[in-house]
């Protein structure tokens, strides 16, 4: 499975940006996927998950306000809508996709995760 984020920039204070993540090589549509971010001098954290099937999605806390996940399965295709973007939201925005995930579990770890994007940078500018 190869994973491509796209959509990163920059954008100001108080927008809002779509993050895609295309996947190639095989369908996605039986595995959890998420979005992770990295910004500079820390590590990578957790953004949101989303369940195969698109029924459940999880975010971290302090997110979950301001950003969605969403899937196309039939695209091979997750989003991260982002609003209300703020100067902390500055970072790499990673993809990642977990095969073989197991009923209602949550996978909420880098190490739950099994391929990973690029990553797709945008910078929030005052």
């Known amino acids: 499975v190869q994973l491509q984020a796209f959509g990163g920039g920059l954008v100001q204070v108080g927008d809002s940006l779509r993050l895609s993540c295309a996947a190639s090589?095989?369908?996605?549509?039986?595995?959890?996927m998420a979005w992770f971010r990295q910004a500079p001098g820390k590590e990578r954290e957790f953004v949101a998950a989303i369940s195969w099937s698109g029924g459940d999605t999880s975010y971290e806390d302090s997110l979950k306000v301001r950003f969605t996940i969403s899937r196309d399965n039939a695209k091979n295709t997750v989003y991260l809508q982002m609003y209300s973007l703020k100067l902390e939201d500055t970072a790499v925005y990673y993809c990642?996709?977990?095969?073989?995930?197991?009923?209602?579990?949550?996978?909420?770890?880098?190490?739950?995760?099994?391929?990973w994007g690029q990553g797709t940078e945008f910078t929030v500018s005052s």
């Open positions: 990642a996709a977990k095969r073989f995930p197991i009923g209602s579990r949550r996978y909420l770890g880098v190490d739950d995760y099994d391929y």
């Open positions: 090589g095989r369908t996605v549509s039986n595995y959890d």
